[in-house]
């Protein structure tokens, strides 16, 4: 059972360039989340997601986009990368019900802009 | 969902009950106290989860005062692995939208 994959775990981009991290579970969950997590702080959320198809602002969206077209996979893409995105993103599922505030997380995605 | 206090940083000694407080003061009677933990720059895990009655697993003990406005995670015999960022979050159960995590608190077991 792989949980919460993502990938790619490490990238290093140039600014202005383009890229999308994926994320993909296999428990069947219906909610998914983006986080990034910059040095000595906690996680803040980017964007989420409730169910196929939707997806909703977190606390830190700007300069993210996110697709959720099939359950499994949640899509997480920077148009324009800047330094600023410098990061670690994690992704998270949880399912409905009472074990929604029960997240799994990925191993993390280490993104570097230069 | 309401704000949680908890100190940045604590010292356990190796085989010792690690004890990690958190206060919730405008906790609301449906909102869960949830503990999750961060190793190192891994993905953060879940530990456990209350709402009025303690809870044990295999893991930690959750202790929640009567009035819910505060709560402890005690880790029963710290080893060197329970070294981590440990964050206690609130929250309405059954939800699956925003999910905040602080900046929690950072435990270090000493051998």
């Known amino acids: 059972n792989a949980g919460v994959t993502q990938t790619p775990k490490f990238r290093v981009l140039k600014t202005g360039q383009s890229m999308t991290l994926l994320c993909a579970q296999d428990?069947?969950?219906?909610?998914m989340y983006w986080y990034r997590q910059d040095p000595g702080m906690g996680l803040r959320l980017i964007h989420y997601?409730?169910?196929?198809?939707?997806?909703a602002k977190g606390e830190v969206p700007d300069g993210y986009n996110v697709s959720r077209l099939k359950k499994q996979n949640f899509l997480l893409g920077l148009e324009s990368a800047a330094p600023s995105q410098t990061s670690v993103y994690f992704c998270?599922?949880?399912?409905?019900?009472?074990?929604?505030?029960?997240?799994?997380f990925g191993a993390g995605s280490r993104l570097t802009v230069l | 969902d309401a704000k949680t206090t908890q100190p940045p940083s604590m010292d356990c000694a190796e085989g010792r009950a690690a004890n990690l407080p958190c206060n919730h003061s405008?906790?609301?009677?449906?909102?869960?106290v949830y503990w999750y933990r961060q190793i190192h720059s891994q993905g953060p895990q879940y530990i456990i989860h209350?709402?009025?009655n303690n809870e044990t697993n295999e893991m930690a003990s959750l202790i929640i005062t009567e009035d819910r406005k505060s709560s402890t995670l005690i880790l029963p015999h710290a080893t060197l692995r329970d070294t981590a960022v440990y964050y206690c979050?609130?929250?309405?159960?059954?939800?699956?939208?925003?999910?905040?995590f602080g900046t929690g608190t950072s435990l270090t077991v000493i051998p």
């Open positions: 979050i609130v929250r309405v159960a059954l939800t699956g939208n925003q999910f905040y």
């Open positions: 997601s409730v169910g196929e198809g939707t997806t």
């Open positions: 209350g709402l009025k």
């Open positions: 428990m069947n969950h219906e909610y």
């Open positions: 405008t906790i609301s009677g449906n909102e869960y």
């Open positions: 998270a599922s949880s399912s409905r019900g009472s074990g929604a505030n029960v997240l799994t």
